[in-house]
């Protein structure tokens, strides 16, 4: 078992954001997740460093957590040359500590960086697939000729190869998106909060995906959990509304592209976010409640926290909840 923390870059700014990435590994964090938005879910107030250029700051303060994006879309606004060379580079900075973890994406990250149109789901799984394929072949080979249907190079080399490459996780929340994970990927994104069937069958999926390529099973699984721990319960609750947008269904937030109006949407119901936590002051109250993650075979629990003081949540957590996790599940 190893345990995360989950920085938040839609909320909090370039350097304060790495201060609580270096606190985590100092307070005995094991991973360190970052998400690579564009566009935050708020644009009052929010912010959106690049991921490639924050995790190399972190790879620099740090020399023991895993690092990985939590996810990153290599469809659209970026390249997955660009990819590759970026995450090739972090490999050299921080030698077998970097996980590459990518999606499908939303609009909101791709339609204004790019001005094109957001594909189909489909379409999203055939880019992710052809977007791997070349990742690697950079990560492994020169001189790559690559002609996919949707990318293409021409002799291209990425001098900065690791001498081993990082794993690629993908994010899936659905058997067909399970599948080609298992199919394609080296480990499991997933998100809390959802019910026991839908992670059985995204990890049936997996399995399905992974035997069809003769890959040996299972993959490495994460779960990003959704916890708001504070001791006071009320203010636990509280600081949830800045995530209002993470209650709104995925169709909403797949589709709008604005971050103004999902903000405004998002705040019809500002406690709405509170059936996507754990919120709570009892850190019995958490270990009991990922147990069922920890059940379905997940070995890697990331935990994103809503509060605006990230330094408190990240210094009582290890001290309250970290300790109790280690005890009970290893």
């Known amino acids: 078992m190893r345990y995360g923390y989950k920085a938040s870059a839609e909320q909090f700014g370039t350097n304060e954001l790495l201060g609580y990435g270096v606190s985590a590994e100092e307070l005995g964090f094991d991973i360190v997740a970052v998400s690579d938005h ?3 879910w708020r644009h009052h107030g929010g912010h959106a460093p690049l991921a490639f250029t924050w995790l190399g700051a972190l790879a620099a303060k740090t020399s023991r957590v895993t690092l990985g994006t939590s996810v990153l879309t290599p469809l659209l606004r970026y390249h997955p040359s660009i990819v590759a060379q970026g995450f090739a580079t972090l490999a050299q900075l921080a030698p077998d500590r970097v996980i590459l973890g990518i999606g499908s994406g939303e609009a909101m990250n791709e339609v204004p960086a790019t001005g094109g ?12 697939t052809e977007a791997v394929r070349l990742i690697r072949a950079l990560w492994t080979d020169e001189r790559v000729t690559f002609e996919g249907e ?23 929340s659905g058997p067909l998106a399970g599948k080609l994970t298992g199919r394609i990927g080296d480990g499991l994104i997933a998100t809390s ?17 992974a035997a069809a390529v003769g890959k040996p099973t299972p993959l490495p699984q994460q779960m990003e959990i959704k916890v708001s721990y504070d001791h006071d319960k009320a203010q636990a609750a509280a600081n949830c509304s800045w995530w209002a ?13 604005d971050p103004i109006e999902l903000e405004r949407l998002a705040d019809e119901d500002p406690t709405i976010a509170t059936k996507r936590f754990i ?5 019995d109250e ?3 409640r990922v147990k069922r993650y920890v059940d379905l075979g997940f070995e890697e629990l990331v935990f994103h926290a809503p509060g605006p003081d ?7 957590f290890a001290a309250d909840v970290l300790p109790k996790l280690r005890k009970t599940y290893g």
Not at 117 to 128: M, Q
Not at 245 to 255: F, H, M, P, R, T
Not at 310 to 316: A, D, I, K, V, Y
């Open 279 to 283: 919120v709570t002051d009892d850190p």
């Open 310 to 316: 990230q330094g408190t949540f990240l210094r009582e």
């Open 193 to 209: 909060g959802k019910d026991d069937e839908n992670y059985r069958g995204v990890l049936a999926g997996v399995a399905e995906g």
């Open 38 to 40: 564009f566009q935050p």
């Open 150 to 172: 949707y990318y293409q190079t021409t002799l291209a080399t990425i001098y900065e190869r690791p001498e081993n490459p990082p794993p690629i996780y993908i994010a899936a």
């Open 245 to 257: 947008a993470l209650g709104l269904s995925a169709e909403v937030k797949q589709n709008v592209h």
């Open 286 to 288: 958490i270990v009991e």
């Open 117 to 128: 149109e957001w594909p189909s789901g489909k379409e999203r799984r055939a880019r992710l």
